[in-house]
């Protein structure tokens, strides 16, 4: 017996257990090419998830029985037919770097310990990714809303000079700029700030869905006239309905000339600074203040993993760091080797994320990773081909990068929306809806390393098949 402690009393038969979840956690893995796209949870199971808080445990086999069962009812994203939103496809990498994560359980908010020097790492490579100085910092986060969080944070600081800390923003109306495209975690990191959703000017578009920068400036002196303080710009790379690329460059521009913090979203597509060949199109996003950006996306780590980069890493550190006698660094011991991840975001406990994204690149290497988005980009480029040449079909907006945004042609009311239900519910192809200058259009965001052409032929063969289902 082991007493009260949580250990198995069996080490032997744990072992077994955990080998077995292993072998159906790569099962899972090697077949993900294979079978539905998503299957909804069976109601068996939902009914199983509502139980009482169980007071006596079942022990490890049984608990292990209830998760395997519960594997295959994922969102899909790991399947080469998943094309919703934006998710990336994770890879078997992740599934080793967490088991080693969860056995180290580390704590990454700060002290000296292993975990700490491998995200200075990944911290050092995206700075030199993005061609940042060596005096920028950066955190690994959940995602690109949290990295907006913590980036418009900072942001606010400088302009308020820091007083804010203090005694809170204190009467100046501060306000920021950013297209009507832009992901609504820009908004919603306004409202958590406390600066309020209408201090963020949505600036509208031009036909290729890129943020007007003659609006943008006309935007901003019309607010300096009316007594407002400009102190953001935020910029997008890859936007999310089209993957339309913002002038970044332009904005710099902008931003440089009016003293304004800039900002960039590049959730998924910051991460074609990884491809050689699609480098250039990011022209711009060099010169940001700020970059927020997704590992889980376009890199495939295993969710969740997101990314905050700042120029400076000193105001980054005054927007964050906050003294507390038990949280007091020393000379020695574990103390050391500060500054500490906490001292750049809002969260004092953090899991080691970052390891997985640390064996993601020293696996494959980054080039492999930029290859395989130049390889998504060249098949929403294949795929805009074929429904420009098929009369059913309407392209709906330019295809920047991996995004193909089409309608199915029909008089029928909602028959994007019931095409694309169909596919879904059938297990055949997972895209997503969302809409374009006021109609329903099919948008397929090709973000998974598996996807080959024969997915994309299959999945339009079959859009064409139900739509004329379901047109008569
Ligand atoms: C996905 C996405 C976000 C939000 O990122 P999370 O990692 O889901 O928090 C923000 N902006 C764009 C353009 C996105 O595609």
Redesign the pocket.
């Known amino acids: 017996m082991t007493g009260d402690s949580l250990d198995p009393e069996d080490w032997d038969s744990f072992r077994a257990t955990a080998h077995d979840m292993l072998e159906a956690a790569l099962d899972k893995m090697q077949s993900a090419t294979e079978g539905r796209v998503w299957t909804p949870l069976p109601d068996g199971i939902k009914q199983s998830l509502t139980s009482d808080l169980p007071r006596e445990g079942i022990g490890i086999e049984r608990t292990q029985q209830a998760v395997q069962a519960l594997m295959p009812y994922g969102v899909g994203n790991t399947h080469p037919r998943f094309f919703g939103w934006?998710h990336g496809a994770g890879s078997p990498n992740g599934l080793v770097a967490d088991i080693a994560a969860a056995a180290m359980n580390a704590n990454l908010g700060g002290r000296d310990h292993g975990a700490i020097y491998v995200e200075r790492q990944v911290v050092q490579w995206v700075r030199s990714l993005f061609e940042f100085p060596d005096t920028a910092s950066g955190l690994v986060v959940s995602?690109?809303?949290?990295a907006t969080v913590v980036a418009l944070k900072v942001a606010r600081d400088v302009k308020l000079a820091f007083a804010n800390q203090r005694v809170g923003s204190s009467g100046v109306e501060l306000v920021g700029y950013t297209s009507v495209q832009t992901?609504n975690?820009v908004a919603r990191a306004f409202d958590l700030l406390g600066l309020g959703t209408d201090a963020l000017r949505l600036i509208a578009v031009d036909e290729n869905f890129e943020m007007d920068v003659a609006a943008l400036k006309s935007a901003i002196a019309a607010d300096k006239v009316a007594g407002k303080v400009p102190f953001c710009i935020v910029g997008?790379a890859?936007?999310?309905n089209v993957g339309a690329i913002d002038d970044l460059d332009a904005i710099a521009d902008i931003a440089a000339a009016e003293d304004i913090w800039f900002h960039v979203?590049g959730?998924?597509g910051a991460s074609c600074m990884l491809s050689e060949e699609l480098r250039p199109r990011l022209i711009g996003i060099t010169r940001a203040d700020s970059l927020a950006f997704?590992f889980?996306?376009w890199w495939h780590v295993n969710y969740a993993v997101?990314f905050v980069l700042i120029r400076h890493d000193a105001d980054h550190l005054r927007s964050f760091t906050m003294q507390a006698e038990y949280l007091a660094g020393q000379k020695r011991g574990l103390a050391a080797g500060g500054p500490w991840p906490t001292d750049y975001g809002p969260e004092l406990s953090r899991g080691f994320r970052a390891l997985k994204v640390w064996t993601q690149l020293m696996e494959h290497g980054a080039d492999k990773l930029g290859a395989s988005i130049k390889q998504n980009c060249e098949l929403a480029q294949y795929l805009a081909e074929m429904v420009k040449a098929e009369r059913q079909l309407i392209l709906c907006a330019p295809v920047s990068l991996n995004i193909v945004c089409f309608a199915y042609d029909a008089t029928r009311v909602g028959i994007n929306d019931e095409i694309v239900m169909e596919l879904q519910t059938r297990g055949i192809a997972a895209p997503s809806t969302t809409t374009i200058k006021g109609q329903t259009v099919i948008r397929l965001c090709i973000a998974n390393h598996r996807t080959t052409r024969a997915d994309i032929d299959l999945t339009l063969t079959e859009i064409l098949r139900i739509g004329c289902e379901l047109s008569n």
């Open positions: 934006v995602g690109t809303s949290m992901h975690c997008t890859g936007s999310v979203d959730a998924f997704d889980h996306k997101g």
